[in-house]
């Protein structure tokens, strides 16, 4: 068994935030949450707290309509499982308690974080995402900006400083070096000396607008900014031009309260580089809302591998099982070439490749690409995006490397994924991924040749297409193609 648990239950998070107010509903498997329904209104809450310290009512009385709907959808939904925070401007706001008691009058229960929640709760989507991450964890909100560390599943250390989006204008118009040292003050001020040399993880809106952004300006072939990283310098330099007004032509899919935003974001993320002097950026489209799901689950659930979870939850829509990828991967084990830290990607790889078969011929490479460059796999890098998708490609008997392929992993790691898509190719045109055909069959290397061994019930299955896919991985490999009866004899045509 693959270990992955594919029980579905609706699950909401309700975060109502400085600047907005937003509904996520979530199905699929618990480990990789699927969004079912999304939903946000700018209410903008913590927009006259540095003014009146204050919710204004304009602001309050939007939403609580937004959240009177909410728990509408709610009830029409028939969502038990919700779970209701607020954080900086009700946690700020004179009022803040008045307009958490009107929300508990719609029937919810808000519970009020504090800033360290706040920023463990993020840092814990991060985890989520990102197993084994190490560094800092760093979330910019309407209100607020959390840092904390992370390491080894854990996370300690945190901070909230008051450099929230909405707050930013204001903390920016007496001009760069100002805004600089009241950034350098309130990191000093916190004791916060951490994160030197580490990766930053980087989650919020308005900085994944900015990695959009990046994006467009780097030509990039993904589209989700999930798991896009920049090495610090290269960050730097495009968040300086941002913060200018630099952006060149801007991704169309920022909206127009984000792209206004972007320059202060991006005046904040140079000084907060700057400041902790990271390795690198990792934008994370995981954080407090995942973070509290993930908090949710008991602890078997948590250690599942996010990536077979998501893969596998993806697959079995196509009626293609986690434990068919299991068997195949085992079957095909003796001739892939795979790196101690491959063994996963290569069952989800080979995981995808099956269920891309159930797909329309024609569609094939189209939705493949799509799978590869377009959609969200929690716990998936960039490379692994690509090996998984030529792995899907060579199973469809196709060995080009698309060029975008060719900037997100090395010719050596695909060249490995090729093997893996004709070796499944391979075992599923022989045996139909059948538990009998794999039990008949076994394929090795052995003095320079690819042995596939039969038996006498499996020889008329090894058709001439067969042979072709058969010569077709022995030549990837550089080997000789031999097939062998149950007792080591060769069979001859």
């Known amino acids: 068994m693959i270990g992955i648990s594919l029980k579905s239950e609706k699950r909401a998070i309700i975060d109502i935030g400085s600047n907005t107010v937003r509904m996520v509903v979530y199905n699929g498997p618990p480990r990789a949450p699927v969004v079912v329904l999304n939903e946000k209104v700018s209410a903008r809450l913590g927009r006259d707290l540095g003014k009146t310290g204050a919710i204004s009512d304009k602001a309050m009385r939007s939403a609580l309509t937004t959240l009177a709907r909410f728990a509408g959808l709610l009830r029409l939904l028939d969502v038990r499982n919700v779970e209701c925070v607020a954080t900086a401007a009700a946690r700020d706001a004179s009022n803040g308690p008045a307009f958490l008691d009107a929300v508990r009058a719609l029937g919810l229960f808000p519970r009020l974080l504090s800033g360290e929640e706040e920023a463990r709760a993020s840092a814990t989507g991060v985890i989520a995402a990102f197993p084994g991450a190490r560094g800092v964890a760093a979330d910019l909100g309407g209100g607020s900006l959390e840092l904390v560390e992370i390491a080894e599943g854990e996370s300690w250390h945190g901070i909230t400083l008051p450099f929230g989006t909405l707050r930013l204008p204001d903390l920016r118009t007496e001009g760069p070096a100002k805004f600089s040292e009241t950034v350098h003050n309130g990191l000093h001020n916190a004791g916060w000396e951490q994160g030197r040399g580490l990766p930053l993880y980087i989650v919020g809106g308005s900085w994944r607008a900015l990695a959009l952004q990046a994006m467009r300006v780097l030509d990039w072939p993904v589209d989700d900014p999930h798991g896009f990283e920049l090495p610090a310098s290269e960050a730097l330099h495009l968040a300086r031009d941002f913060a200018r007004g630099k952006l060149g032509e801007v991704d169309p899919r920022i909206s127009s309260s984000r792209l206004a935003s972007l320059p202060d974001a991006a005046a904040l993320m140079v000084e907060v580089i700057t400041r902790i002097k990271p390795s690198k950026l990792v934008f994370s489209s995981w954080g407090l809302r995942e973070g509290l799901l993930h908090a949710q689950l008991d602890a078997e659930v948590q250690a599942e591998d996010p990536m077979l979870a998501s893969v596998a939850g993806f697959s079995a829509s196509a009626r293609v099982t986690a434990d068919d990828a299991v068997e195949v991967a085992k ?163």
């Open 331 to 493: 079957w095909t084990a003796p001739v892939c070439r795979e790196e101690p830290q491959d063994r996963q990607l290569r069952q989800a790889s080979g995981l995808l490749a099956l269920a891309a078969m159930r797909t329309e011929p024609n569609l094939r490479t189209e939705e493949a690409m799509t799978w590869a460059l377009r959609k969200r796999w929690i716990g998936l890098d960039m490379h692994g995006r690509a090996m998984m998708a030529m792995t899907v490609f060579a199973n469809s008997g196709q060995t080009d490397v698309h060029e975008a392929f060719g900037r997100l992993a090395c010719k050596e790691d695909l060249d490995r994924a090729i093997g893996w898509g004709l070796a499944v190719r391979l075992c599923r045109r022989l045996t139909g991924c059948s538990e009998a055909g794999l039990s008949q069959t076994s394929i090795r290397i052995a003095d320079g040749a690819l042995v596939l061994t039969l038996s006498e019930a499996m020889r008329p299955l090894y058709s001439p297409g067969v042979a072709k896919d058969h010569k077709a991985l022995a030549d990837w490999l550089g080997l000789a193609c031999e097939v062998h009866d149950p007792a080591g004899l060769a069979i001859v045509d």
